[in-house]
């Protein structure tokens, strides 16, 4: 193990947090290799219903570690192959934050930079401090970017805003972030943990089939014909429909109650 991540799982709610204040956050080739492999767990854990990311200290997560880039050991691989293959491998952790069948939230405040921006945009939900400065990076070191923030960036704003963060690498702040639709909301630093733990409660009492559901329907639309996704929701709709949360839900409406749904 790094060292670079910790994970606290309480009440359904998996809290994953970047762990090396020191250097905003920045983790290592291994260390997203190490986020991957806790992503890969936690999407398979039955006890798991909400998965948070987050960073220690005053930065989310200020992308990879520069100082590795600028000794040139940032891979031991010798082949252009072998790197490639490495940094595939540590990339995974944005298509799971995107893909696995249960909400993830980005819980962000200070620096949020390079891979860091991009994993948070693989999140569902972004929830940002005040603090909050977002910035693509790659340019400054000469990097055309990774951890699909090209793919994130341009569904959230378009080619164009994408292509102007990309090559300008401006910084954005929280106010702008929220406007361009790059994050959901905007809170004072010191009640970021209360809004996410809000948040999180809302979703770890949901309907976990459906939210499954739900993303798979969203995911399939960024790529799919119209056709293709309602195929899909009709499919993935009937499904919903067979389990006993949707029945809780239906009778908690007529009853006028909040339902109590138990995954299945």
């Not at 983790?27 to 767990?41: D, K, R």
């Not at 691989?77 to 909400?103: F, I, S, V, W």
């Not at 819980?107 to 929830?127: N, P, T």
């Not at 919903?240 to 839900?249: A, F, I, K, S, Y």
Request: proline share 3%; hydrophobic share 45%.
């Amino acid at each position: 193990m790094t060292k670079e991540i910790t994970l606290d799982i309480s009440q359904g709610i998996a809290t994953v947090c970047l762990a090396r204040p020191e250097a905003l956050n920045a983790l290592t080739t291994a260390g997203f290799i190490e986020l991957t492999q806790t992503l890969e767990a936690l999407s398979h854990d039955p006890e798991v219903a909400v998965v948070l990311l987050t960073g220690t200290g005053h930065a989310f997560c200020a992308g990879g570690d520069v100082k590795s880039m600028a000794a040139g050991d940032e891979f031991t691989e010798p082949t252009l192959e072998g790197r490639a293959q490495t940094l595939r491998r540590a990339m995974d952790c944005a298509r799971l934050l995107h893909q696995m069948p249960k909400p993830t939230l980005a819980i962000v405040r200070g620096a949020v930079a390079g891979a860091g921006m991009s994993i948070a945009l693989s999140c569902d939900l972004r929830i940002a401090s005040d603090t909050t400065r977002f910035i693509t990076a790659f340019k400054e070191v000469a990097y055309s970017g990774d951890f699909g923030g090209s793919y994130f960036l341009t569904h959230l704003v378009g080619p164009a805003k994408a292509r102007e963060l990309y090559f300008l690498s401006d910084k954005l702040d929280a106010a702008q972030a929220l406007k361009l639709g790059i994050v959901n909301r905007v809170v004072d630093d010191a009640l970021l943990e209360e809004e996410a733990e809000r948040i999180s409660r809302k979703l770890v009492r949901g309907p976990s089939i459906a939210y499954g559901y739900m993303k798979k329907n969203l995911n399939l639309a960024e790529t799919a014909s119209l056709n293709e996704v309602m195929d899909a929701e009709a499919w993935h709709h009937t499904r919903c429909g067979m389990t006993e949360d949707h029945l809780e839900g239906a009778r908690a409406f007529l009853q006028k109650r909040a339902p109590v749904f138990r995954g299945y």
